[in-house]
């Protein structure tokens, strides 16, 4: 598809690391001098930064997890707390690496969620930033958990209440000991099958999970990615997803398998300035950040005058492919040069992208690929990949993930299930809530899907958010949002349901696009006018059970997950008093 075959099919052979150490001393055997991490030491008035190797980072991780243990911390859980960092990533990969279990935090947890899941992970210490001082302080001093040590990073100042020494003087600490011969860290044996991450699943506190992982589950991932994804040695990652979720931080694992440069986005707001400024060629992304820029491509599109210009330049492209011929990079160098000049890779996960946004990126030369896969597999169960291009689909399987479809529908549509080494250890605590979803060594995905014939996997929605109307037939309410948030003056959108004499009506929450109002000079009932005749064609497009009778405009933004995935039950409470005000 769009000639990536011939320009990317180069056949690479990857071994499956036994645990993350061995993976991190490969890489700084094999790249040592390679530029690891950028981390922008300075902003303004001019900006300054620090490189690290990847000879210097394992090195570092010896001196931080050998101080670690000097201080009583082998064996325990601990836990790492703030925004994406290398000392974050440090910290992260010198407690699993021989220390102990590590617990990776959301960082927009409030207190009282934040509490619980230092408790329910038995944490004796923290690393923590500097937005997270006052919080942590206040937890020491209530002293509902067992934290015996907190760890500043990035600034942060030290807190009462136990052991409190930057991680930069546990480095000190650390270096000492093991220039005096200390190998009590660098030499521990790491059990590969055994818990080394702990983390808790998008939610609130009661309804939280916590997922139980292996170096074996996560170097089982990382194989597969590397058999399947392509990158290059000058590659530059722009990391932008929140790394204490599996799919950024094992995203990160794969880059430093390969030996390529990683980089911190200064916020959501400067990504394109961040592009720019790093020479960023490929990013992990989610649904909503993806579809917000394919949106803005296209505005400035129309601004400059220049569809007709894009249309023909399409046209050019699809008949060179036919040749072997990709010129889209040079049909479409204005708007590659809008990302920094450098973009090639985009991976989207966390929820489904729309295929149009997809299909749109392939064609302007951005190789853009849907990945699939659960906190509970490590995560990734599915991508696509430069060889398997199907917009809409999640691509093939892993070749080490077994997968199959339980008790399919007369369409093929069943729940997924899957088996392989990237399976969780279980659930923490929670033997009962395991055996829900283990059986037999397969794991219930609770996501509906099918494959086709060529092999490729669709996902349809989520099991328990399925809406079942009242003649038995399935609705799932991610397939009509993708078609309303394409709209350009929607920024995104929520189906549900309500019942009406004794039957069920879908309703749908649109939330408008603010900037796109306030270019365009909209109001509230402008937009109602717009989206009545836009979703008249939407459901023309429905069976008539799938037809969204209702619908409100909203101002608010649907709660989400840090993974920008909306909070359903969440989300509906906010729904009914909206109605309430409407009523």
């Known amino acids: 598809m769009n000639g990536y075959k011939k320009d990317y099919g180069l056949e690479k052979k990857f071994y499956e690391f036994s645990d993350m ?10 790249y040592g001098d390679r530029i690891a991490f950028i981390t922008k030491t300075k902003r303004a008035p001019e900006p300054e930064y620090k490189n690290t190797t990847y000879r210097e980072m394992f090195e570092e991780m010896g001196w931080l997890g050998t101080a670690l243990v000097e201080h009583g911390l082998k064996d325990q859980a601990v836990a790492v707390l703030g925004e994406n960092s290398y000392k974050w990533v440090l910290a992260d990969m010198a407690v699993a690496c021989g220390v ?23 944490a004796k210490a923290v690393f923590y930033d500097k937005k997270h001082t006052d919080m942590i302080r206040e937890i020491l001093e209530e002293g509902e958990t067992e934290l015996s040590c907190a760890f500043p990073m990035d600034g942060a100042a030290p807190v009462k209440g136990g052991l409190s020494v930057s991680i930069d003087e546990l480095l000190d600490e650390g270096k000492a000991l093991v220039e005096s011969g200390d190998k009590v860290y660098t030499e521990a044996e790491i059990d590969r099958e055994k818990m ?19 170096h074996k589950n996560l170097m089982s991932c990382n194989y597969g990615m590397n058999c399947e994804e392509l990158f290059f040695p000058d590659d530059v990652i722009m990391l932008i997803l929140p790394l204490h979720h599996i799919y950024g931080f ?15 986005t200064d ?7 961040n592009m720019q400024e790093y020479g960023v060629s490929v990013m992990m992304s989610v649904p909503l950040l993806l579809e917000n820029l394919y949106k803005k491509i296209n505005k400035a599109i129309e601004k400059q005058g220049k569809a007709k210009a894009i249309k023909k330049g399409l046209a050019i492209c699809a008949f060179t492919d036919k040749f072997g011929i990709n010129m889209r990079k040079k049909v479409f160098k204005p708007i590659i040069d809008q990302m920094g000049g450098k973009m090639r890779f985009f991976i989207n996960g966390a929820a489904a992208l729309d295929p149009e946004v997809q299909q749109g990126l392939n ?99 989520r099991k328990k958010n399925v809406i079942v109307m009242k003649n038995g037939k399935n609705v799932f309410p991610e397939e009509i949002e ?9 920024s995104e959108s929520m189906v549900f349901t309500q019942n009406k004499l004794n039957d069920y009506v879908l309703w749908i929450k649109v939330v408008g696009d603010q900037e796109y109002m306030k270019e365009h000079d909209l109001s509230d009932d402008d937009l109602k006018a717009m989206f009545e005749k836009d979703l008249e064609k939407i ?16 101002d608010k933004p649907t709660i989400k997950t840090t993974t920008m995935k909306t909070k359903r039950r969440e989300e509906m409470k906010v729904i009914e008093e909206e109605l309430k005000t409407l009523s």
């Open 21 to 30: 150490r061995e993976l991190m001393q490969h890489s700084a055997v094999k």
């Open 100 to 122: 102990g279990v590590v617990v990776p935090l959301d960082k927009a947890l409030q207190k009282e969620e934040l509490t619980s899941c230092l408790v329910r992970s038995h």
């Open 196 to 214: 080394s991450y702990l983390l808790f699943t998008s939610g609130t506190t009661e309804r939280s999970k916590a997922v139980m992982l292996s």
């Open 250 to 264: 094992m995203g990160l694992v794969t880059f430093l398998s390969q030996g390529l440069t990683n980089c911190f």
């Open 267 to 273: 916020g959501l707001k400067y990504i394109a300035k």
């Open 363 to 461: 064609d302007f030369g951005i190789l853009t690929v849907q990945g699939y896969g659960l906190t509970e597999t490590s995560p990734t169960i599915a991508s696509e990949t430069y060889r398997y291009l199907k917009p809409g689909s999640c691509g093939k399987v892993m070749p080490n993930v077994e997968a199959k479809i339980d008790d399919p529908d007369e369409d093929g549509i069943g729940e997924l299930i899957v088996r392989g080494d990237s399976v969780m250890l279980g659930y923490y605590d929670n033997e009962e809530a395991t055996k829900e979803v283990i059986t037999d060594g397969w794991f219930h995905t609770g996501d509906l899907a099918y494959m086709d014939d060529e092999g490729y996997l669709f996902i349809t929605g």
């Open 482 to 490: 993708t078609e309303v948030n394409f709209l350009p003056y929607v």
């Open 539 to 554: 459901n023309s497009g429905m069976p008539a059970y799938k037809m969204v009778k209702r619908f409100y405009i909203s």
